[in-house]
T-cell receptor
Framework: DAGVTQSPTHLIKTRGQQVTLRCSPK?????VSWYQQALGQGPQFIFQ???????QRGNFPDRFSGHQFPNYSSELNVNALLLGDSALYLC????????????????FGPGTRLTVL | AQSVAQPEDQVNVAEGNPLTVKCTYS??????LFWYVQYPNRGLQFLLK??????LVKGSYGFEAEFNKSQTSFHLKKPSALVSDSALYFC????????????FGSGTQLTVLP
């Protein structure tokens, strides 16, 4: 049973560029959440996708956008990159259908390390 | 707004000794509480959760956590630490019965000395 996978593992971009990160959820999961983890800090919630729609959003600007596909995989897009966007981006999957979503734990992928120069 | 505080950036303990990693939280209503562990260059791994019921929750790898509502705390414990337990530990909270996202603490680096 494959866990949460993310690609790429590492990425280097320059300021002003755009980036797309990808995530495949754990088998059987239908909900994907994205987090940004800056160095020395805890993960910060970016947004969550369920049924191909953004269900919740954290305190991140519109430069951060996402998408969920019918197979539940997801993309995170960041436009007009800033130096401060350098971080580990974590994808987490969980199960919403069946009414158990509120207390189901999230399963995290290994992350994508984004460096903005 | 919900928040989590992990007051210790670093905890050092000798192998074989008990360990405690502290966490306090603030949330409207009842909390759902979680502990995750992060090894270098790895994602977060789930350790345990408190939803309701017994205040002492047992999780993976011999870890347990005690929910204390009056002190709004959820400290992580292990009776006998292993060198392999050395990692970064995160406490997280969300309001009970809510689909709101997890709020994480800033993390505590645990080092178990041989």
């Amino acid at each position: 049973d494959a866990g949460v996978t993310q690609s790429p593992t590492h990425l280097i971009k320059t300021r002003g560029q755009q980036v797309t990160l990808r995530c495949s959820p754990k088998s059987g999961h239908d909900t994907v959440s994205w987090y940004q983890q800056a160095l020395g800090q805890g993960p910060q919630f970016i947004f969550q996708y369920y049924e191909e729609e953004e269900r919740q959003r954290g305190n991140f600007p519109d430069r951060f956008s996402g998408h969920q596909f019918p197979n539940y995989s997801s993309e995170l897009n960041v436009n007009a990159l800033l130096l401060g966007d350098s971080a580990l981006y974590l994808c987490a999957s969980s199960l919403t259908s069946g009414g158990a979503s509120f207390f189901n734990e999230q399963f995290f992928g290994p992350g994508t390390r984004l460096t903005v120069l | 707004a919900q928040s989590v505080a992990q007051p210790e950036d670093q905890v050092n303990v000798a192998e074989g000794n008990p360990l405690t990693v502290k966490c306090t939280y603030s949330v409207s209503g009842n909390p759902y509480l979680f502990w995750y562990v992060q090894y270098p260059n790895r994602g977060l791994q789930f350790l345990l959760k408190y939803i309701t019921g017994d205040n002492l929750v047992k999780g993976s790898y011999g870890f347990e956590a005690e929910f204390n509502k009056s002190q709004t705390s959820f400290h992580l414990k292990k009776p006998s630490a292993l060198v392999s337990d050395s990692a970064l530990y995160f406490c997280a909270v969300r309001p009970a019965g809510s689909a709101r996202q997890l709020t994480f603490g800033s993390g505590t680096q645990l080092t178990v000395l041989p």
